[in-house]
């Protein structure tokens, strides 16, 4: 597994992390037994980096990661990037020191720390975002070491570079996948020259970029996948990306066609994993973290972390396949 430095925390973390959303079961059921064996065996596959959030099932996803952490002892190596600021209405005037620290409070109890290794606001609206207020509360919150840092997780490209801006801002945490490149114009170049980590949310476009989708798959009622594709729930650029299902089912074709062009690698390689690749090895991405619903599929995603490099003719092939069908309805809107 490659590794990368994360941002202004100075820690290193996996090139493939964890993310932990589908562990709160808010899209489809998850035991947590079967979630404790995705976490073992992402850790065990070299995985030093989870990503949660304080409403992934009401908290169950913290609860689960600070139950198998305490499992694992004081050593585990693992670090924790949790969320906070969709507890509330999003009023900026709910991002408040007060919330703040019960929110912190809250997140501490479920994941059995003291300090938080990374807090990020969750995809706050843009007055938070540029609100020199809320910066001294979480500012505040590291003082009395409640948090050891934070960042933002972020909707759009302008909010990450205002927030890049930031002094303290230590991680960014946006879409990015081979159908959402903006951020590859400002955000990575920005975020290098402020020595802020990027983490690559989404990077499979909600399933969309392993190739196993076709237009009669269906998805359980509680998953995102179903109720959120008009973005009813939450900002419909979390669900395949905001791609069209139909137009990215024709992208994703594309893209596992581009895969089997790439000489050097295992014939077993995954499209999932020619998709994580290639996210890890931006320049300027810190970790990249696919969500995983069984031990299988975490050691597929981890094992895209020691993928060789794929190339400049891969580059212009993702960059051909995003110009040609996506960028007119992508680009504008994040």
């Known amino acids: 597994m490659q590794t990368r430095l994360l941002g202004k925390t100075h820690r290193t973390v996996s090139a493939v992390g964890l993310g932990t959303w589908q562990l709160g079961a808010d899209w489809g059921e998850v035991s947590e037994a079967d979630a404790h064996q995705v976490l073992a065996a992402a850790a065990d596959s070299g995985v030093t980096f989870f990503d949660t959030a304080d409403v992934y099932g009401d908290g169950r996803s913290e609860q689960v990661i600070g139950r198998f952490l305490e499992e694992r002892g004081a050593d585990h190596g693992i670090t924790v990037a949790t969320k906070m600021g969709r507890r509330m209405d999003q009023l900026p005037e709910n991002y408040s020191l007060e919330n703040f620290r019960a929110w912190t409070d809250r997140s501490r109890k479920n994941l ?112 995102h996948r179903t109720y959120n594709r008009d973005g009813s729930h939450f900002d419909v650029g979390e669900t395949f990306s905001g791609v069209d299902y139909s137009v990215g089912l024709e992208a994703a074709a594309r893209f596992a066609a581009l895969a089997q ?37 975490a050691r597929a995603n981890t094992a895209a972390g020691s993928l060789p490099a794929l190339g400049d003719a891969f580059n212009a092939g993702v960059q051909e396949i995003y110009e040609s069908l996506l960028r007119a309805d992508i680009h504008p809107r994040w």
Do not use: M
């Open 112 to 223: 059995g720390v003291d300090t938080l290794d990374l807090v990020q606001l969750h995809c706050p609206p843009t007055a938070v975002v540029n609100s020199d207020v809320v910066y001294d509360a979480l500012d505040t919150l590291v003082e009395e070491g409640a948090i050891a840092h934070y960042g933002l997780s972020v909707e759009t490209s302008e909010q990450a570079l205002a927030a890049i801006a930031r002094p303290n801002v230590a991680t960014i945490q946006i879409i990015l996948n081979a159908f959402r490149l903006k951020p590859l114009d400002a955000v990575l170049p920005a975020a290098r020259a402020a020595n802020v980590g990027i983490i690559a949310r989404v990077p499979l476009a909600s399933g969309l970029l392993t190739g196993k989708y076709t237009a009669e798959t269906t998805f359980a009622a509680n998953d």
């Open 261 to 297: 062009t790439v000489d050097g690698v295992s014939p077993e390689t995954t499209t999932a994993q020619f998709a994580l690749a290639w996210l890890a090895q931006l320049d300027g991405v810190s970790s990249v973290i696919p969500g995983a619903r069984s031990a299988d599929q």
